[in-house]
């Protein structure tokens, strides 16, 4: 532990962590709706400058995912549709209109929780993130809380299939 660089990558993991719980209340958030529960939070300067959540359901819209619902609001936050110096931390990884929403917006960071096999575009599916042929490339981290994540959606449709 007195490697400087092995704790300076042990306090970035942490702060991931504790803004990734943030991303978590606000999928519980959309949980409590009856909406399935992924959140996301827009972070700059160590401040949370967008919030969201799904609200497909609540809405009837589709475009209504918690990356789409927090990126609005970043922008209106900073009088500006580029995010630049943001950081976009959601439970599940991003789907490609939230992928290109994010490319479009210029974040340069995304952290994920977990991994979407049916939807995922930071990687999993396709990479849209980091797509060499678009004019904007985004760092990305994924598995932050990846337990925590996957098992609120797992839980969510659980219960769902018992209801139904
Ligand atoms: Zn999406």
Same mark, same amino acid.
């Given at each position: ?21 943030? %991303?978590? =209340?606000?999928?519980?958030? =959309?949980? =409590?709706?009856?909406?399935? +529960?992924? /959140? %996301? ?7 949370? $400058?967008? #919030? ?7 809405? !009837? ?10 990126? #609005?609001?970043?922008?209106? =936050? $900073? /009088?500006?549709?580029? !995010? !630049? ?14 992928? /290109? %929403?994010?490319?479009?917006? @210029?974040?340069? @960071? ?21 797509? +060499? #042929?678009?004019?904007? #490339?985004?760092?990305?981290?994924? /598995? ?15 219960? !769902?299939?018992?209801?139904?």
């Amino acid at each position: 532990m007195n490697d400087p660089f092995c704790q300076l990558e042990l306090t970035e993991q942490k702060q991931h962590e504790h803004w990734m719980r943030q %991303a978590i =209340a606000e999928a519980q958030k =959309a949980e =409590a709706l009856g909406e399935v +529960p992924i /959140g %996301a939070v827009i972070v700059r300067n160590n401040e949370i $400058i967008g #919030r969201g959540y799904n609200l497909r359901e609540t809405t !009837l819209d589709s475009t209504a995912h918690a990356e789409m619902v927090a990126i #609005r609001q970043a922008s209106e =936050a $900073i /009088g500006a549709w580029r !995010l !630049l110096e943001c950081s976009l931390y959601v439970t599940l990884e991003p789907c490609p209109m939230c992928a /290109g %929403a994010i490319v479009q917006s @210029r974040v340069p @960071r995304v952290i994920f929780g977990t991994a979407d096999p049916k939807a995922g575009c930071a990687g999993t599916l396709m990479n849209l993130l980091q797509e +060499p #042929r678009f004019n904007h #490339r985004t760092e990305v981290i994924p /598995g932050v809380l990846q337990p925590e994540c996957s098992t609120m959606l797992t839980q969510f449709f659980r219960k !769902l299939r018992k209801k139904g």
